[in-house]
């Protein structure tokens, strides 16, 4: 089954860490761009960061540069994100997403995602 | 970063109806590099259109995207379905860092 599932969400003080990781299952992970979106409870959607197929590209929103790192791991399938110095307004339900073709150069819309995994900043 | 407001924020329809939501940018969206999401109560976004116009696999004819630059919409035409009734969001990702609107939510009045 083609799918997304983020993991590694949970409760942390101001000022912790956590590190979020998107597991990918039924297509071939090291040709796609992926990206982080986050939802904050009741609100809109937040783009987080997103790094290309070949890693070349790595984009963060000025939300957070400087305190989360994207990173993949394409012999694990994996997408993760650090979250470092988190904040109160850190807290979302964090969402890992896939471009919709392979080999994009960061320019692409996002046709498959995660269920989230939901991070509280308290 | 470019701020891409939504308008309105909440349209009440009656199904049948026919629904146009509007996303305008702060500055030019490069290549018409803008897409709508639909989301509804407990699940992720689910891609409508990309590239402005052209529909995401499975998606009925009855959406449909159009505007260039910083003038954007998107039309559910006068066939409004209950299953349509959800919040939409637009996306540019022509610039870095990507973003959205803050949504449209489409009610059912």
């Known amino acids: 089954e083609v799918q997304l599932a983020e993991s590694g969400g949970g409760l942390v003080q101001p000022g912790g860490s956590l590190r979020l990781s998107c597991v990918a299952s039924?297509?071939?992970?090291?040709?796609?761009?992926f990206h982080w979106v986050r939802q904050a409870p009741g609100k809109g959607l937040e783009y987080v960061s997103g790094i290309s197929w070949n890693g070349d590209t790595i984009g963060y929103a000025d939300s957070v540069r400087g305190r989360f790192t994207i990173s993949r791991d394409n012999a694990k399938s994996s997408l993760f994100l650090q979250m470092n110095s988190l904040r109160p307004e850190d807290t979302a339900l964090y969402y890992c997403?896939?471009?919709?073709?392979?080999?994009?150069?960061?320019?692409?819309?996002?046709?498959?995602w995660g269920q989230g995994t939901m991070v509280t900043v308290s | 970063e470019i701020v891409l407001t939504q308008s309105p924020g909440t349209l009440s329809l009656s199904p049948g109806e026919r629904a146009t939501l509007s996303c305008r940018a702060s500055?030019?969206?490069?290549?018409?590099?803008l897409a709508w999401y639909q989301q509804k109560p407990g699940q992720p976004p689910r891609l409508l259109m990309y590239g402005a116009s052209h529909r995401a696999t499975g998606i009925p004819d009855r959406f449909s995207g159009s505007g260039s630059g910083t003038d954007f919409s998107l039309t559910i035409s006068s066939r409004l379905e209950p299953e349509d009734f959800a919040v939409y969001y637009c996306?540019?990702?022509?610039?870095?860092?990507?973003?959205f609107g803050q949504g449209t939510k489409l009610e059912i009045k």
């Open positions: 039924g297509f071939t992970f090291e040709d796609y761009t």
């Open positions: 500055q030019s969206v490069r290549s018409d590099f």
């Open positions: 996306q540019q990702y022509g610039g870095s860092p990507y973003t």
């Open positions: 997403a896939r471009d919709r073709i392979q080999w994009d150069p960061f320019n692409d819309a996002s046709d498959m």
